[in-house]
T-cell receptor, first 107, second 116 residues
């Protein structure tokens, strides 16, 4: 089956810093989504991005489907950005999840 | 965006009792809903796929008699953990996809179950 790998597994940054999270996948996929799980466990859908680049405020994402990776950029980090960021790829309407990147933003 | 609501957000129960978790799509009809389980510091694991009006499809290793799923309407799916035991304590999350959106899924708030 499809393998999804995220890096880095952990990231600690000062408030205001920029970061790049990576998601590699082992086979062609129909789509890819990025999620933020906040410290209370709630999952927020950040981007639905099978290919190309999207931006939403301080966050942006780029997926290069031909090279089987996606990047999530967070600029000017805030403490509220802390949590775990997951990428997930679609396989027949079911999501295959990466292990996540745990992000801690220090004030 | 689409809204999926899950209830209760937190439940504590005694060992041997059953617990029902509801998942509702508030502003769209979801023919398919998914139930996930998340252990501490781990990614989500798909438990089952719930289709309106038919039996749920369970992933390998998930006990269908332990985790009863009912998808009675296009906006409601329920997960019942029967005869719960401490090892069933976990974070359970449901998701649903809007029709014709090619796999984009939206998630409920999650339900944290603690079995004493």
């Amino acid at each position: 089956g499809i393998q999804v790998e995220q890096s880095p597994p952990d990231l600690i940054l000062q408030e205001g810093a920029n970061s790049t999270l990576r998601c590699n996948f082992s086979d062609s996929v129909n789509n890819l989504q990025w999620f933020h799980q906040n410290p209370w466990g709630q999952l927020i859908n950040l981007f639905y991005i099978p290919s190309g680049t999207k931006q939403n405020g301080r966050l942006s994402a780029t997926t290069v489907a031909t090279e089987r990776y996606s990047l999530l950029y967070i600029s000017s980090s805030q403490t509220t950005d802390s949590g775990v960021y997951f990428c997930a790829v679609d396989s027949n309407y079911q999501l295959i999840w990466g292990a996540g990147t745990k992000l801690i933003i220090k004030p | 965006g689409a809204v999926v609501s899950q209830h209760p957000s937190r439940v504590i129960c005694k060992s041997g009792t059953s617990v029902k978790i509801e998942c509702r799509s508030l502003d769209f009809q979801a023919t398919t809903m998914f139930w996930y389980r998340q252990f501490p510091k781990q990614s989500l694991m798909l438990m089952a796929t719930s289709n309106e009006g038919s039996k749920a499809t369970y992933e390998q290793g998930v006990e269908k008699d332990k985790f009863l799923i009912n998808h009675a309407s296009l906006t409601l799916s329920t997960l019942t953990v029967t005869s719960a035991h401490p090892e069933d304590s976990s974070f359970y999350i449901c998701s649903a996809g809007r029709p014709y959106t090619a796999g984009e899924l939206f998630f409920g708030e999650g339900s944290r179950l603690t079995v004493l």
